[in-house]
């Protein structure tokens, strides 16, 4: 079994309205119809276009991503026709294999397939420090950053932590981290004394280093779990 990552971006005047109707009304049902489609999840961007939420809130390429689909597959070289259904929507597509830690799961079994997830998720991509080792930029991420984030988000739902092992489609951007975290509410999120714990340890995450923070993009969106995969 393998999981797939697609980022779908979008120009500033894409609609993402439009992009969430075209995802969950054509592009969902025509990879849950394709042979070897385990498990579906959409991750779309539309609480970025919030009017509270400011562009300060967003990092890097955030206000670029307009999506992100993931896919668990039999085998990824079935995968051809699932990039051509998605790259009827937006303005690129970047594909990834990648490896998944649930480092903080949450109950969804209340939740039928197919509806949107309550809450905001915190999406986040980034890549690995020319500088570092993998033993290095792992140690830091996973043994540091990981591990603090904990006490540094006290109401925090969700922490799913994918690693890219291999970039699927030409041109992608070389990111080694995609992370979904999630919170109860968007106001939650937004107000940093629910956000976080404290300053200092937010100081201390930082000094760890474990991605540039100029290369870190940062968006804010919506859940869709189209097919449950639990492995």
């Not at 992100?68 to 699932?82: C, G, Q, T």
């Not at 991509?125 to 930029?137: G, H, I, K, V, W």
Request: charged share 25%; aromatic share 10%; glycine share 6%.
């Amino acid at each position: 079994m393998e999981k797939l990552a697609y980022i779908l971006f979008k120009e500033p005047s894409d609609s993402s309205e439009a992009c969430c109707d075209g995802l969950l009304g054509h592009a969902a049902p025509a990879i849950l119809a394709m042979p070897g489609t385990r498990g579906l999840t959409m991750e779309i961007a539309d609480l970025a276009d919030d009017e509270r939420v400011t562009p300060n809130h967003l990092m890097g390429r955030g206000q670029e991503i307009g999506a992100a689909v993931f896919v668990w597959l039999d085998s990824l070289d079935e995968r051809a026709k699932i990039e051509a259904v998605l790259s009827d929507f937006g303005a690129g597509l970047a594909g990834y294999l990648v490896t998944e830690s649930q480092v903080q799961p949450y109950a969804r079994r209340s939740r039928p397939d197919g509806e949107r997830s309550p809450g905001v998720s915190q999406f986040v991509t980034f890549p690995q420090p020319a500088e570092l080792t993998d033993e290095e930029f792992f140690a830091r991420w996973h043994d540091g950053v990981s591990k603090m984030s904990f006490q540094l988000h006290p109401t925090r739902l969700k922490y799913e932590r994918n690693v890219v092992a291999r970039i699927l489609t030409p041109g992608a951007p070389p990111w080694r981290g995609i992370v979904s975290e999630r919170w109860a509410s968007l106001e939650e999120w937004l107000d940093p004394e629910q956000l976080y714990s404290s300053q200092e340890l937010f100081d201390e995450m930082q000094a760890l280093a474990f991605a540039d923070p100029e290369a870190v993009n940062l968006t804010l969106t919506s859940e869709w779990i189209m097919r449950s995969w639990d492995g």
